[in-house]
């Protein structure tokens, strides 16, 4: 069946960058976009961008544009969400989402990311 | 961007009663517009998405419509495993932006 694997949490400094991973199994990979999705501890929901795996075509949020990176790995079926120059208000936890014409019918299960120093 | 507002942000209702969330877009959004339901600890669970289909395996309690800028998921008989946080979303542009979320509570 469709599962989205994420990795494990990460603690960052500020100022540091942080990866999290998101590795598809049960589909056809190449056939459906990835959304990043971030949430603060008991708060909503942020929308941060998303990727193409055909091609790796991406669009970002303004808010994140110029330290976000999306990739993927087409050989693993991974999907990567980079982001950069992390603050405190980037502690939250990531979700990848697959789309399948509308976000959100399968969710990995989240990576917390805390910056602290 | 769009935003999304979406009331009321708590909701304090019983088991049986039939409750209805609302959410406005700033903007026209055509039928881009999906639920998700949240509860302590988990994943987000879509429930509708396309204004009003409702994902397999969702009751048919719930259900949602609306047009343009305004709409509503409706739960039609409030079970015990229905007390969450819902969301909605729209992915009509980008950004693509979420309600607030309305948490449920029970009376």
């Known amino acids: 069946q469709v599962q989205l694997a994420q990795s494990g949490a990460e603690v960052k400094a500020p100022g540091a960058s942080v990866k999290v991973s998101c590795k598809a199994f049960?589909?056809?990979?190449?056939?459906?976009?990835m959304h990043w999705v971030r949430q603060v501890p008991g708060q909503g929901l942020e929308w941060i961008g998303l990727?193409?795996?055909?091609?790796?075509?991406?669009t970002y949020a303004q808010k994140f544009q110029g330290r976000v990176t999306m990739t993927r790995d087409t050989s693993t079926s991974t999907m990567y969400l980079e982001l950069s120059s992390l603050t405190s208000e980037d502690t939250a936890v990531y979700f990848c989402v697959r789309s399948s014409g509308t976000p959100g019918d399968y969710w990995g299960q989240g990576t917390l990311v805390t910056v602290s120093s | 961007d769009i935003q999304m507002t979406q009331s009321p942000s708590v909701m304090s209702a019983s088991v049986g009663d039939r409750v209805t969330i609302t959410c406005r877009a700033s903007?026209?959004?055509?039928?881009?517009l999906a639920w998700f339901q949240q509860k302590p600890g988990t994943v987000p669970k879509r429930l509708i998405f396309?204004?009003?289909t409702l994902q397999s395996g969702v009751p048919s309690r719930f259900s949602g419509g609306g047009s343009g800028t305004e709409f509503t998921l409706t739960i039609s008989s409030l079970q015990p495993e229905d007390f969450a946080t819902y969301f909605c979303?729209?992915?009509?542009?980008?950004?693509?932006?979420f309600g607030e979320g309305t948490k449920l509570e029970i009376k």
């Open positions: 049960g589909y056809a990979f190449l056939n459906f976009y």
């Open positions: 990727i193409n795996p055909r091609g790796s075509g991406t």
């Open positions: 396309a204004v009003s």
């Open positions: 903007q026209a959004i055509s039928h881009y």
């Open positions: 979303l729209q992915h009509f542009s980008f950004p693509y932006t």
